[in-house]
């Protein structure tokens, strides 16, 4: 009988270390692998090309299409961030040509962030980033003009600036995991200045970024 008692319970000491190793694999199924995907992978600093794509290209046939421009951002949790955000097409669009240099210069750096919300491709090789631009605004003062002899006083003052940007995503970006590739579009849709619409071809800015290592 002892030996039976004895038995009984080594049985049931071995049923209740199974368990209890059953229930904890169960958790660490539950816990992210360390080489498992999550969304914050998007997370990061970017370098790479801009594109300014016109509705009607202004390159003729057989020419090089242009390189782009060289742009840096970073990501968050929740925002693309441009610390120089390259507005010089559009001023030049705005402006007359001759002005273009000195309202750049006046203009200065731009920063400009766009919030996103991220979401996994069914095999989690990549990261759709759904877009949620708010206005672009661009404030500066005109370069002043000295009035010429003759011409009433104040008319070599320099006026304020502000100029509505309306951006819209046309589809949603992606984080490609092979090469960390980061691309995606915004569209100029709308401009004001000073309050008042003026009439602008839509212009879509194109990234084709790379995270930094």
Do not use: W
């Amino acid at each position: 009988m002892k030996k039976v008692h004895c038995l009984k319970r080594f049985v049931f000491l071995v049923m209740t270390l199974g368990l209890i190793t059953t229930f904890t694999s169960c958790d660490d199924d539950n816990e992210p692998k360390p080489n498992d995907p999550v969304l914050t992978d998007v997370v990061g600093d970017y370098t790479g090309k801009l594109q300014v794509v016109a509705p009607v290209p202004t390159a003729e046939e057989g020419e090089e299409a242009p390189e782009g421009t060289d742009v840096t951002a970073e990501v968050t949790n929740e925002n693309v961030s441009f610390e120089k955000f390259p507005v010089e097409d559009l001023i030049k669009d705005i402006v007359p040509e001759e002005a273009a240099p000195g309202i750049i210069e006046a203009v200065g750096d731009v920063n400009y962030k766009v919030k996103y919300t991220p979401a996994f491709n069914d095999d989690k090789t990549a990261i759709s980033m759904t877009f949620a631009p708010e206005p672009l605004i661009i404030e500066f003062d005109l370069p002043t003009v000295e009035p010429t002899e003759g011409e009433g006083e104040g008319e070599g003052e320099t006026p304020d600036m502000k100029v509505e940007v309306t951006i819209a995503a046309p589809e949603a970006g992606s984080f490609i995991y092979a090469g960390s590739k980061l691309a995606f579009k915004l569209q100029v849709t709308g401009v004001k200045v000073n309050g008042e619409p003026i009439e602008l071809p839509t212009a879509t800015f194109s990234f084709d970024l790379a995270k930094a290592k």
